[in-house]
């Protein structure tokens, strides 16, 4: 027999006789929602890592201080990349009798590669407003353009002839802003672009210059990440490869949570869309019961069954996948488009990747919550057909779910894209629905002691989730579980959004002051003073190399890591301070303490930093500084909370020990925008001074937050319409046996009244029961994923809980009222004729 | 009729434990049924009937006792084997009809045909279906025909394979008297034209009194 085409013959007419709808709307809602948010969110991290690429410049930059191998750049082209690359120096430049330092940016056609250069008008007299327009390519040879303060320290306006090296260039544009002008502790010097073509002619490259050389790379993000795993591996001594994550690690820590949670997010889509196919599927295989030992009567063998529904349920599957899929598609296009106008940024183009995990999404949900029943189904006794009253073994045993729940973690692990979050979730869920299950079954034995007596719709409410205690147990579980996902998701999501604004808040540091001498401390403080500027905390600093780690010399080649091997590469800075900063937590070790005075030099290290170097407690450092070598020994990881703009060190150590070692000071305020003109006057003031404006990099991480929480929010309401699906699937598995009841009650003499009364007690208790399982689990739940995963201060929130509750009693009741109300109208014989 | 019995059962007794305490719902069957007989298993409620009509088709396993189906031992045989059996030999009739919900009419019927892999399954469960008067309901479901349109239905399709053997639990028990008599007169019509042995079970004189054979049952025992 060709049991393919009988499965497809009997999966087409229950499609038809209306047996599969419940089952295939949960799935389709299920898949869809799963596969819009994992669309969605791919489409919307991989624009937050575009966005901020911008301050880059490009989607990867290759520096080093010796000119690149052109094989770099066309190897970048044959993968299809775009590339350009700029030189960078320092140079004096000078205009008459003014001669000024500058940071000199030599750049090739196609810069920049990412993000937009801005020229504005120069200042005029009594001219406050400026017309900002987006630079068409690079300065033609022979020009340049210069910013503000090229302008006002060399006092030149267009037109102007500067020399430049041996050049004489004209200056033809006002820079206002660059995309790659903030990212790193780049000088922030008064700068110059200029066409690399002219740079010759400045004879400013000689042997022993500080030049920096870069080449730019964009593109596809696949080939962008082949090309950075291609030159990793040919990176030479002195170059290095920089993605925006490497440069920011606030911008890092951003994305990471963005990601996390939009992951969390896909993931509560994943357990509400279960639990409502697990609903749907018992019904089925509960109308299926007498079906099966009809067809075992006829001659079907059990390995028939198995295999004629096996190929069913793929069929099914895969259908219902593929229209959620497609669903999604149109779905999330549709807010793709929505949020690309509401916040001018474009979305690129969605992987396939989401469409894959769509349907596997849900052959995996089917086969995982189907197989297990359909297992048992085939072993239907034959008897069934004599006698009703022969009920399957193990039909509502949860051995059958506990399958569905092992192949949901697997996917769970996949789609959180973190062993951490998706063990942490598949635990708190499978913990839940133990918890959910002894204490459901617990108070519905407490309703058994304190039988109500009467014949009021109480009594018949509590009567019949008595009698259905499993079926009323697995509809509460099932609809606590979805709700607590919902509710998981608000707490977090809360916490998240406030967490981000407490963290950048409206004054957060936007300008960081670098080189200050120790006898300019004072001055400064005068200065911030006579500007109502709150003074900031000033941090001394000793930059420093690192040589030695536990005597033996660093070697590059040691660090396969292409971010380590930059990090040992990197000059940094030495710190020093007797308190922990606010924003740093002690992970390992102990902060010193005055009393106890230690024969090593104690040094703290930031634990990221450490992990990445492989650096561990105990270890012994060994710095080069301007004033001789400098060793200490790791006492304590810190974890720093680089969000907060706060000026942060990697290397912190014991006051006093680098007392004797060539130091400057750093500190970081907030400069109102208003106030900007006061730095020109704080140059002039302190010309050694470097001030480097972080405040687009504030605005940009601003802006992906609220980027970030726009989708969040969408994504949100996606996994609420999942909601409501379990909503209905959990009213639709009792409708059988509620029909049946309607007939025999009606017969009775009850009126439509009287049962819709008792049958809204029902669901107001079952609502109620699982609003409260839905408000304890996400509680708890959320704390988890607050502290071990998003690394947020959770806050317990008593009104979102008691919000949980009454949304569930309310649903519960009004959705239940109205699937049944079919139930009530249909007259009893036939019903009782069936 | 022939004279070979196509059913023998013996020593078949079925015990249940309910709750610590065994209970005996058949007890030390033994019988022979030949080729084309009719026979008519009766007795009060609770007697065994339905046990014994389960026994006899394969549908349950006996605590002892023997039961050979045209010359096989069906309890050597393990439960796909009799699945196998029954596939190939029996046909079924039920008190409540076992129609599948979401099958038309003919689905119902060509349900048997399509699991055996039968190739033309539509135009004989068609066919059969004319044969019992249902040629213009074919395309309705259960829910759609009345008793007596269903059971006709239930009759195509234990007809449609052709069975050996029929067996029948209370056929008409859910149909009024003058449908039932219909129905026990297309039965009997058909079993004749088809040489099936029957065996049903019933509470209906009129319906026993019209089979070639009653097997009484009391408490579990067969009497005379």
């Known amino acids: ?834 | 009729m022939n004279n070979q019995p196509i059913i023998q059962a013996s020593g078949l007794t079925r015990e249940v434990d309910t709750g610590g305490t065994r209970l005996t719902i058949l007890q030390d069957i033994n019988l022979e049924i030949c080729a084309g007989e009719s026979i008519a298993v009766v007795g009060a409620s609770g007697s065994g009937k339905s046990t014994l009509l389960g026994l006899l088709a394969g549908l349950d396993v006996p605590t002892r006792g023997t039961v050979f189906l045209d010359g096989e031992d069906i309890f050597k045989l393990d439960e796909d084997e009799r699945a196998g059996l029954r596939g190939r030999l029996l046909g079924f009739m039920f008190q409540s009809f076992q129609l599948l919900p979401s099958l038309t009419a003919l689905e119902n019927v060509m349900l048997p045909l399509e699991l055996s892999g039968a190739g033309n399954a539509r135009e004989v469960a068609h066919s059969w279906l004319e044969r019992v008067g249902l040629e213009k309901r074919i395309r309705h479901y259960p829910r759609q025909l009345s008793g007596g349109e269903q059971q006709r239905v239930a009759i195509a399709r234990a007809f449609v394979t052709r069975p050996k053997m029929l067996f029948a639990d209370e056929p008409t028990g859910n149909l009024d008297a003058a449908t039932g008599a219909q129905i026990i007169d297309l039965m009997f019509a058909i079993n004749r034209e088809q040489g099936t042995t029957l065996i049903l079970v019933t509470h209906d004189e009129n319906l026993s009194a019209r089979c070639s054979r009653v097997i009484k049952l009391v408490a579990g025992r067969a009497v005379d």
């Not at chain 1, 393919?4 to 047996?19: F, K, N, Q």
């Not at chain 1, 056609?109 to 390519?137: C, S, W």
């Not at chain 1, 990212?183 to 740079?199: I, T």
């Not at chain 1, 390995?303 to 529904?309: F, H, T």
């Open chain 1, 1 to 834: 027999m060709n049991m393919i085409r009988l499965s497809l013959r009997m999966l087409l007419r229950d499609w038809r006789a209306g047996e599969l709808h419940i089952l295939t709307l949960a799935l389709i809602i299920a898949v869809s929602s799963v596969a819009t948010v994992s669309f969605f969110s791919d489409r919307v991290q991989r624009a937050l890592v575009l966005e901020s690429n911008r301050l880059l410049g490009g989607d990867l930059l290759v520096i080093s201080d010796t000119p690149l191998p052109p094989g770099y750049a066309e190897y970048a082209r044959q993968l299809g990349l775009k590339t350009t690359h700029l030189t960078r120096f320092p140079s004096m430049i000078s205009f008459g009798d003014n001669s000024l330092l500058t940071s000199v940016k030599a750049v090739a056609p196609g810069y920049p590669l990412r993000g937009e250069l801005k020229l504005a008008d120069p200042p005029a007299e009594g001219v406050a407003a400026q017309h900002i327009r987006v630079a068409q390519g690079i300065p033609e040879r022979e020009t340049v353009w210069v910013d503000e303060k090229v302008m006002v320290a060399l006092e030149v306006t267009l037109g102007d002839k500067i020399e430049v090296g041996a050049a004489e260039l004209t200056v033809m544009s006002m820079v206002e802003s660059e995309p790659d002008h903030s990212v790193g502790f780049v000088s922030m010097n008064p700068r110059l672009l200029m066409n690399e073509e002219d740079l010759a002619a400045t004879r400013l490259i000689q042997p022993g210059s500080r030049i920096s050389y870069q080449l730019l790379v964009a593109g596809d993000e696949g080939r962008v990440a082949g090309f950075r795993r291609w030159i990793s591996e040919r990176l030479s001594p002195g170059e290095r490869v920089e993605g925006i994550q490497d440069a920011r690690p606030e911008i890092r820590s951003a994305l990471d949570r963005a990601g996390k949670f939009l992951s969390l997010a896909a993931l509560a889509s994943v357990v509400v869309a279960a639990a409502a196919v697990a609903l749907a599927i018992r019904r089925f295989i509960q109308r299926h019961l007498d079906g099966c030992a009809v067809m075992r009567c006829l001659g079907a063998t059990e390995s028939d069954l198995l295999r004629l529904y096996s190929y069913y349920f793929v069929m099914l599957g895969s259908a219902a996948s593929l229209l959620g899929c497609v669903l999604a598609v149109l779905t999330q296009e549709f807010l793709s488009y929505w949020l690309s106008e509401l916040l001018g940024i474009a979305l690129p183009l969605p992987s396939v990747l989401p469409f894959i995990q769509g349907i596997l999404t849900g052959m995996v949900l089917l086969l995982g919550f189907a197989l297990p029943p359909l297992l048992n189904l085939r072993q239907v006794p034959a008897l069934r057909v004599i006698r009703r009253d022969l009920e399957l073994a193990n039909l509502h045993s949860l051995a059958g779910y506990g399958f569905g729940f092992a192949i949901l973690s697997v996917l769970f692990i996949w789609k959180a894209e973190s062993f951490k979050l998706g063990i942490m979730i598949m635990f708190g869920f499978l913990l839940a629905v133990i918890l959910f299950g002894l204490f459901g079954l617990l108070l519905i034995r407490l309703f058994l002691l304190t039988r109500p007596q009467g014949s009021g719709p109480w009594s018949y409410g509590l009567a019949n989730i008595r009698r259905r205690t499993i079926p009323s147990l697995v509809q509460a579980t099932a609809l606590g579980l979805g709700l607590m996902a919902l509710l998981t998701l608000t707490l977090v999501r809360n916490d998240l959004l406030e967490d981000w604004h407490a963290r950048l808040p409206e004054n957060a540091p936007n300008r960081f002051l670098v080189n200050v001498q120790s006898d300019q401390q004072k001055k400064l403080m005068g200065f911030f003073d006579e500007h109502a500027i709150p003074r900031p905390e000033i941090f001394p600093m000793v930059r420093g190399r690192l040589m030695k780690i536990n005597d033996r010399p660093v070697n590059l080649n040691d660090y396969p890591d292409p971010r380590a091997k930059q990090l040992v590469n990197r000059e940094f800075n030495l710190s020093w301070t007797d308190t922990l900063q606010s924003d740093n937590e002690i992970v390992a070790g102990r902060w010193w303490r005055e009393e106890i005075i230690s024969s090593e030099h104690e040094l703290s290290m930031e634990v990221e930093f450490a992990e990445t170097l492989g650096l561990k407690m105990g270890d012994r450092l060994t710095f080069y500084t301007g004033g001789g070598d400098f060793s200490a020994t790791i006492t304590s990881l810190r974890k720093v909370d680089w969000d907060t703009f706060h000026v942060n060190f990697f290397a912190v150590v014991r006051p006093g020990l680098l007392d004797n070692y060539p130091v400057s000071y750093i500190t970081s305020f907030y400069l109102p925008p208003d106030k900007t003109p006061i730095l020109q006057e704080l140059i002039r003031m302190f010309p050694n001074f470097l001030v480097i404006d972080v405040a687009s990099v504030i605005e940009r991480v601003q802006n992906m937050i609220e980027q970030v929480t726009h989708a969040i929010e969408f994504v949100f309401l996606f996994t609420l319409l999942a909601g409501f699906a379990v909503m209905y699937a959990a009213i639709a598995s009792t409708q059988d046996e509620r029909i049946y009841e309607a007939a025999i009650f009606r017969t009775l003499g009850a009126r439509k009244q009287q049962l819709a009364r008792a049958w809204a007690v029902e669901f107001a208790v079952l609502g109620t029961l699982a609003g409260f399982f839905a408000a304890a689990g996400a509680s708890a739940l959320g704390y988890l994923i607050g502290k071990y995963v998003l690394h947020i201060t959770y806050s317990p929130s008593l009104w979102i809980g008691a919000v949980g509750v009454l949304v569930s009693v309310i649903g519960v009741t009004v959705i239940g009222l109205i699937g049944t109300r079919t139930t009530l109208s249909q007259p009893p014989l036939q019903v009782l004729r069936k």
